[in-house]
């Protein structure tokens, strides 16, 4: 820490000397939309190559200070395409009309820590949403808003589950071991986009006493309102996200959020009401007469039922599915935020209440927060901005996923034939138990009633997050070829989590264990802080062979530490709730901190009338993960872009070729670097230390990924079409492994660095204005994804990646000169000893990564109305079906009959090939119908100025031969591998909405 601060006093004083001694000028103007002439607020100009600007009025007038002599002014506002003007040193105003950027072929990127260059000169493959689009449908998590918008990236939903719960792939899984998720910058700051399972295993046992990645786990990233967010843009090349150093990797994802505007302060309501319902549910199998049912109704107990409910017809059948999963009670949402400024400060405040309801009862999620951003101008060098958000977020879950108690329904329902009503009470007001399945003489406990646990159990999270950030700029030098920036952000993440369960004593599950009554409290507590300090120096000469040079230096110091710890108790004492005075008490406790530093520099050249681009930069890191703690790791990068206008026709506006070199890193896991020793329990009254089965390893180090991308980016017939092609190579080197060690030593593995794993992807967009009329316009944006992953090299034995069920359910192997996403298990494919005969082997069966995936968005604008679709298409991917697989083995699959013994009994053979499926789907991810009302008839509104209406639906179909709920599930959340697994997940749910916004 001492040493950031030594970093930044020694920037500092660098910089003092620097002074504005130049003759300066004010300049005046307006800016208006092209062909409509109506002002346009908030757009940014500034002069040509440097990195600030003011903003525009409500009216679209601006004032500015620049150098004497001849200047180019720039203005520029996300959804417009630019327009410079030159003026000469006796002109003093400029006056700019902007056409609208339909298919948002222009903007501003992110190049590093306090510098953005044009989109129309980015060497990078650029993928930018911006706050419309992102919120046109809305969605549990900003990963779902995202989904189908991004090339490149994958968008996974876990689970059907209210909440969220979903993760974000950026071109392929780039790590073994280390963290596979994004790094996630919200206005500078560094947030926690944390998996922390909230104790669902304490009483469905899947894995663990009190928690495991099982568990319909919630990703922090859904506390985030995404009506707050003007734009995100999603940085995939190590070109691009060599910035972020050692944690970079795995793409970056830059959230922007709204912040004020000048002008008089608007006001805008909107109320959304909505509904949900089940997608798809699994059926079951009706049985005709007792005999046939017989088989499956457990002991003398569960016959004794069959036998009465089906006496010497046909048996009755409940579709419970549809039961349990068919609550379609509104869900609802308030927004209500303000935006405006004055003189020089903006502000822009915001409230949300969001109430998610579940499909199923006792289920739902309601996010209630706000947020405050402020800006503000002190004298013409100094300004500070700052932001604060607090968020409570309350989840009812329900259950789902993997289960070994007879909790989770679609696992339970599995071996129960449906031929009893379950919704049953008897005289105590006690729901009936599930009288088949493990059952003798009494029902079993190896099973049990889902409406029963539904609504006496509980299982709740709640989470409170507070983040804010401040950062203070200041213009050190501004002469008409010289500008100097210096900036400082510091800023803070922080949230408190806490799940809770408890299953009452009469549970049918209960006495499994030998303890009657479970209760289980998790807590986490994360706190996240990071500072950063950068000079950026622009050097505009202002000709066309020289236009500028943009050279940033900084650093940056940022800590995180998170502490769990939970206590589970069963056998509890009659009416109580806590595990205090349990029979039974287990508790687990951890902490894990990580701080890091670095340091970096980088030059932006833009030459021959902005037709050529060239960047190059580093940055150097180190952190206290790393084996050697003072050492940097340096990440380069190298990029470049060269614009062809007007080649060859009228009708081919601009080409742009692009490439692009860079580094980036994934740091070791916490305690990956340490000898660590594990509890050895009592001996003789006293607490006892032994020797962990890890070591750790003093020379441990960031894996590093070298990514190579070649593309090219067109604009043809006037803007109205634009074609973006990207080729990417990456390898990812040094990779963190487990290396088994002699048993001798009395350990089990040690942490090594080692290995290559490698992706070679295409990523192709398509956007266009087919249409376009008076009063009708049509746009288009097709993304296309491709990408191969393998595993080149390891320097251990070849093992399963974590996260597996083992070779009778196949699982991803990391083994050399392989595809890492091969799915591997038992099949008979080696020719036995007798011709004709095969004997079993653990071999690759088919590859879980698709061939491609493919969306499709469409805009249909006529007059006052907007209708929007987004369609995506994946083709290919193998899945684990293991949902199938328990239905077939408790032979209540609905085609059990027909398929589902055939399955079942190849699978006893040792082959799981029946329950390997492919997960191909077409789904209409979002429709939405806007109306976009009269001024005449909002302003029959006291003091309203505009009136919207909007019809929309989330998840409206799937068009898919897929046997279970949706091929996406991952029964293990966010993971790098295995994450074809589908296990009795909680199902997914189509969503209705109806939506007024007014403005004031």
Not at 394 to 414: C, E, H, K, M, T
Not at 608 to 624: F, M, P, W
Not at 940 to 956: D, E, I, T
């Amino acid at each position: 820490m001492g040493r950031f601060f030594s970093f930044a006093a020694a920037l500092a004083v660098a910089v003092l000397p620097l002074r504005a001694d130049a003759q300066t000028r004010d300049i005046s103007g307006k800016v208006t939309q092209a062909v409509v002439g109506t002002p346009i607020a908030d757009v940014t100009v500034s002069i040509v190559g440097q990195q600030v600007g003011v903003r525009t009025n409500e009216r679209g007038e601006f004032r500015m200070r620049v150098p004497s002599g001849e200047v180019v002014v720039l203005a520029r506002q996300l959804g417009f395409k630019r327009q410079t003007i030159r003026l000469g040193p006796t002109e003093n105003t400029a006056n700019f009309v902007l056409e609208k950027d339909v298919l948002q072929l222009e903007g501003v990127t992110v190049t590093g820590q306090a510098t953005t260059t044009d989109r129309k000169v980015a060497a990078t493959a650029v993928a930018t949403v911006g706050g419309p689009e992102l919120n046109r449908v809305p969605a549990r998590s900003i990963e779902s808003n995202l989904a189908g918008k991004v090339a490149g990236a994958r968008m996974f939903e876990n689970s059907g589950a209210p909440g969220g719960g979903a993760q974000i792939q950026i071109r392929g899984a780039t790590s073994v071991l280390a963290s596979g998720d994004p790094l996630y910058v919200v206005d500078g700051v560094i947030i926690s986009n944390a998996s922390i399972s909230s104790g669902a295993s304490s009483v469905s046992r899947a894995s663990g006493s009190t928690g495991s990645s099982q568990d319909q786990v919630v990703n922090r990233l859904a506390d985030l309102n995404p009506n707050d967010v003007e734009n995100i843009e999603v940085l995939k090349s190590a070109a691009a996200t060599a910035i972020y150093g050692s944690r970079a990797t795995n793409g970056v994802v830059v959230i922007t959020t709204k912040r004020g505007k000048q002008g008089k302060a608007t006001w805008n309501v909107v109320q959304r009401m909505g509904t949900q319902q089940a997608q798809r549910l699994l059926g079951h199998r009706s049985f005709e007469n007792y005999a046939e049912v017989k088989p499956y109704v457990g002991g003398v107990y569960g016959d004794s039922i069959a036998r009465a409910v089906c006496g010497s017809g046909a048996c009755p059948s409940f579709d419970w599915q549809k039961e349990l999963y068919g609550r379609t009670s509104p869900s609802w949402e308030t927004l209500l935020s303000s935006a405006g400024g004055a003189n020089n400060t903006r502000y822009f405040v915001s409230l949300n209440d969001r109430q998610e309801s579940g499909i199923a009862v006792n289920t739902g999620a309601r996010r209630t927060g706000g947020r405050i951003n402020l800006d503000q101008t002190i004298g013409t060098k100094l300004t500070v901005s700052a932001g604060i958000d607090v968020t409570r977020n309350f989840f009812q879950r329900g259950f789902g996923n993997n289960d070994n108690a007879g909790v989770s329904p679609i696992y339970s329902l599995a071996y129960n034939p449906a031929i009893i009503d379950l919704q049953q009470k008897d005289a105590s007001g006690r729901y009936v138990q599930m009288p088949f399945y493990t059952g003798s003489t009494k029902p079993g406990f190896g099973t049990s009633n889902p409406f029963e646990v539904f609504n006496f159990a509980d299982n709740t999270e709640s989470v409170w997050r507070q983040a804010g950030n401040v950062r203070v700029g200041y213009t050190a030098l501004s002469t008409t070829k010289n500008s100097v920036q210096l900036s400082y952000l510091t800023g803070v993440d922080r949230f408190q989590q806490e799940g809770f369960q408890y299953f009452p004593n009469y549970f049918q599950v209960e006495p499994a264990d030998g303890f009657l009554g479970t209760a289980n409290q998790v807590n986490a507590s994360s706190l996240q802080m990071n500072q950063g300090i950068n000079a950026v120096w622009t050097y505009s000469p202002g000709g066309k062979w020289f236009t500028s040079a943009t050279t940033s230096i900084g650093g940056s110091y940022e800590t995180q530490a998170l502490n769990q710890y939970s206590v589970r108790g069963r056998g509890l004492l009659p009416t109580r709730k806590i595990a205090l005075g349990a029979t039974d008490i287990a508790i687990t406790n951890q902490r894990t901190e990580f701080r890091d530093q670095s340091m970096y520099g980088q030059t932006q050249l833009l030459m021959l009338d902005e037709k050529l681009a060239v960047n190059a930069g580093v940055r150097a890191d180190r952190s206290s993960a790393n084996g050697d703690r003072e050492k940097y790791f340096t990440f380069p990068k190298f990029s470049g872009s060269y614009r062809f206008v007007k080649p060859l026709t009228d009708k081919l506006d601009e080409v742009k070729f692009r490439a692009a070199w860079g580094q980036s890193g994934n740091r070791p896991r916490w305690a990956d670097r340490d000898v660590l020793y594990a509890d050895g329990g009592l001996i003789g009254g006293s607490g006892s230390l032994v020797s962990s089965s890890a070591l750790g390893s003093t020379t441990v180090k960031p894996e590093v990924m070298n990514e190579l991308e070649f593309g090219t980016d067109i604009t043809l017939f006037g803007g109205r079409m634009g074609v973006e092609f990207s080729r990417y190579q990456r390898k990812i080197k040094d990779l963190l492994l487990t290396f088994p060690l002699a048993p001798s030593s009395g350990l089990g593995t040690q942490v090594i660095n080692g290995g290559q794993l490698s992706v070679l992807g295409t990523e192709a967009v398509l956007s266009a204005v087919p249409l376009r009329t008076r009063n009708f316009e049509w746009t288009t944006r097709i993304i296309f994804n491709h990408n191969a992953q393998f595993t080149d090299s390891i320097p251990v034995p070849a093992f399963a990646a974590a996260g597996t069920f083992g070779v009778s359910y196949g699982r991803n192997r990391i083994q050399s000169a392989t595809r890492s996403t091969n799915i591997w298990g038992n099949a008979p494919l080696r020719p036995g000893t007798t011709p004709g005969t095969f004997v079993v082997v653990d071999t690759i069966l088919y590859d879980s990564n698709p061939i491609h995936t493919t969306t499709f968005n469409n805009d249909f604008s006529y007059k006052r109305f907007t209708l929007s679709a987004l369609v995506d298409w994946r083709n290919g991917g193998y899945v684990s079906n293991m949902t199938k697989n328990l239905w077939d083995e408790g032979g209540q699959a609905r085609d059990f009959v027909a398929e589902g013994k055939t399955r079942f009994d190849t699978f006893n053979k040792q082959d799981i090939r029946p329950y390997l499926e492919k997960g191909t789907y077409v789904k209409i991810r979002e429709v939405s119908l806007n109306y976009q009302a009269p001024d005449a008839l909002a302003k029959k509104l006291p003091g309203a100025s505009s009136l919207r209406f909007n019809l929309s639906g989330r998840n409206l179909a799937i068009i898919s031969k897929y046997w279970s709920f949706d091929p996406e599930f991952s029964n293990f959340g966010n993971a790098n591998f295995n994450r074809f697994v589908d296990l009795a997940p909680f199902p997914a749910s189509r969503q209705f909405f109806f939506s007024v916004d007014v403005g004031f």
